[in-house]
């Protein structure tokens, strides 16, 4: 079986856990429609309540394959009158669908060359193979990471490196002498990608697209009342210590229960060194898959302009592309609209089954990647998996649960301290961000909380900053962030330790965002209009 090869997102959960996982979630989605509702909800929003009580449980139980209960909205949405087929469907053919695509070939490519033991090998020769320094250096690596390009990209680089190390560090001793640890380390490990991920986009005004939307809104309402606009610098004076913080927390999290003296720490670094010099020099497949890779990290990071505190250091290679095709009489200008990390990682990944690698013995030189290979282990259930929370998140803002959702808190936050006010928009948001895209999230609220703040007479935000910040802490499904999902689709992370561990993070990051919104955002950022 090779890293890479789904498992979990297609088994299910065996006997009375599955049988009472099926009765638990039918008989949830029952009540939940035989509930009165209230006057001023949709009956299609309580219909969608209950399909979403239904496949959370669902799939926190596994009682079904989780791909197959990630295909009940396309059944079920049309058939209570939710939404249409045509509108349920199209989410699950969403770019970001084959950003997860491209990323997946490209992490094939990286594991059918090698080359994805060469990396791991030199990174943990570097870090150290006790389980607690690789734990934390995947998440600094990949928050790092994640501050300049998308959550979704930076995971995807990481993953295949990730679960290469875990292979090699099980090669290490005897057949069998490290399995308990290696079995120890692989939700921590792949959980801490993901997370850190999440931890690191935030920490940036471009780390991810939620950030980006806050910065477009409170630019076009509040700057122009007098409000100070926010730089890039002043944004990461005050959220890179909130993400150390959180990176800090999750990874303490998840390794207090990792043993703090294991016997994969007596290997050393020089083992590791050696077995690095066994390697010898990379092979052509190696070579052209480290070029693709690393021109695929560049074109994610260059795609749109680099800009620092309103200044623009380095245009973006789309801009660049515009401009050329003006010069030439063609016009390209579409090109920066157009183009996606999505464009980048699919044009990268089909490039693999074009160009040829190394040569096999007595035999004709094949493409880097073939079609049998990657149909047998692509884990295209986790496709429809991220597809289906794109699609929830579209019936959540047709059907008007969002905007009802936000009203309610609105109502229930009103007369409120501001602490309490902050500690609710920071639960409310990170729950709700589990089951619907992030920045749909943040769109439909954003206008919600600032209405609420002006007629509670405090500053916006004090509401609209813990609102943007949570929207990135969803940790306890995998549909919650795209992140989450990668990690999820590797097999190796239970649900039910997904949940729990995220069930906890949810919380300690609701408590951190609140305490820095009190005692840290006001020294560094201005709060009121002038």
Request: charged share 10%; proline share 6%; with cysteine.
């Amino acid at each position: 079986m090779t890293d890479l090869e789904k498992t979990s997102i297609e088994q299910t959960v065996p006997g009375d856990l599955h049988l009472g996982g099926l009765m638990a979630a039918v008989l949830a989605g029952l009540v939940v429609l035989w509930l009165p509702a209230p006057a001023d909800l949709p009956a299609t929003a309580q219909r969608l309540i209950a399909v979403t009580v239904v496949m959370a449980i669902l799939w926190l139980f596994q009682a079904v394959p989780v791909a197959v209960t990630s295909l009940l909205p396309l059944a079920l949405y049309p058939l209570l009158g939710i939404v249409s087929a045509s509108d349920v469907s199209a989410p699950y053919g969403n770019k970001n669908v084959f950003l997860f695509l491209g990323g997946f070939l490209i992490a094939m490519g990286l594991e059918k060359s090698g080359l994805h033991r060469r990396l791991a090998l030199h990174l943990v020769s570097r870090v150290g193979s006790g389980p607690i320094p690789i734990v934390f250096g995947f998440m600094l690596t990949t928050a790092f990471l994640s501050m300049w390009i998308s959550n979704t990209a930076s995971t995807m680089l990481m993953m295949p490196i990730a679960l290469a190390l875990l292979s090699t560090l099980r090669e290490s001793g005897k057949p069998g002498e490290f399995d308990r640890q290696i079995a120890q380390m692989n939700v921590p490990v792949l959980l801490g990608i993901a997370y850190g991920a999440s931890c690191g986009g935030f920490a940036t005004l471009i780390g991810t697209p939620t950030n980006v939307a806050f910065r477009g809104y409170w630019g076009d309402q509040f700057v122009a009342q007098g409000y100070a606009n926010i730089s890039a610098a002043a944004w990461m004076l005050t959220f890179v210590p909130v993400s150390l913080i959180m990176i800090l927390i999750v990874g303490a999290v998840l390794t207090w229960r990792l043993p703090r003296h294991s016997p994969l720490a007596d290997l050393g670094r020089n083992f590791f060194r050696t077995r690095l010099q066994t390697l010898g020099t990379m092979n052509r497949s190696e070579r052209i898959v480290a070029v693709l890779f690393t021109v695929t990290a560049v074109l994610w990071l260059t795609r749109e302009p680099l800009i620092f505190d309103q200044f623009q250091l380095l245009p973006g290679w789309t801009d660049l592309l515009a401009s050329a095709g003006s010069q030439l009489g063609i016009d390209l200008s579409t090109v920066p609209e157009y183009v996606d990390d999505a464009t980048i990682a699919v044009l990268m990944g089909v490039l693999l089954f074009f160009i040829p690698g190394e040569p096999a013995e007595n035999s004709a030189r094949q493409p880097i990647l073939t079609w049998s290979e990657t149909e047998s282990a692509m884990p295209w259930g986790m496709l429809i998996l991220i597809g289906s929370g794109f699609a929830i998140a579209r019936a959540f803002d047709k059907t008007g649960l969002s905007e009802w959702l936000g009203g309610r808190i609105s109502m229930v936050l009103e007369g409120q301290p501001l602490l309490v006010l902050t500690f609710g928009v920071c639960l409310f948001v990170t729950f709700l961000t589990e089951f619907t895209t992030n920045v749909a999230t943040l769109n439909t609220l954003l206008p919600v909380l600032a209405a609420v703040a002006v007629s509670l007479d405090v500053p916006p935000l004090m509401l609209l900053l813990p609102a943007t910040i949570s929207a990135s802490c969803a940790f306890m499904f995998p549909v919650g962030t795209p992140p989450n999902a990668i990690v999820f689709g590797t097999g190796r992370v239970p649900m039910a330790q997904m949940a729990r561990y995220g069930l906890i993070l949810n919380l300690l990051g609701v408590v951190v965002i609140t305490a820095a919104m009190r005692y840290w955002v006001p020294l560094t950022i201005d709060l009121v209009r002038h």
